[in-house]
């Protein structure tokens, strides 16, 4: 399984993003999806989350009402769109993709860096 992160970049306070995550090798259609992130010197924390067939999805507390997490299974693609970004979600953004195949397998990609300017 291979996960590959687009989209971060510089944005100023109140501006938009959208992330994405394409996985190959994967069975993406029936994995749950999720985006975590990780500011300088804090611990990775998941920002949002898509379970298969979009049955359900979780967020953060911080990012609800701006961020929407979506998936695309024909092109196996994971998204982020990230809405009134503010200064405290510079982060690392990582993709994660995981579904059970006797116990769980659990796969990260590449971060990819959000930086938002005040």
């Known amino acids: 399984v291979q996960l590959q992160a687009s989209g971060g970049g510089l944005v100023q306070s109140g501006g938009s993003l959208r992330l994405s995550c394409v996985a190959t090798?994967?069975?993406?259609?029936?994995?749950?999806l999720a985006w975590y992130r990780q500011a300088p010197g804090k611990e990775r924390n998941l920002v949002a989350s898509i379970t298969s067939l979009s049955t359900s999805t979780t967020y953060a507390e911080s990012v609800k009402g701006r961020f929407t997490i979506s998936r695309d299974d024909d092109k196996n693609t994971v998204f982020l769109q990230m809405n009134n970004l503010k200064p405290d979600d510079t982060a690392v953004y990582y993709c994660n993709l995981n579904f059970r195949l006797m116990g769980l397998k659990n796969y990260w990609g590449v971060g990819t860096l959000v930086t938002v300017s005040s």
């Open positions: 090798n994967s069975p993406f259609s029936r994995s749950t």
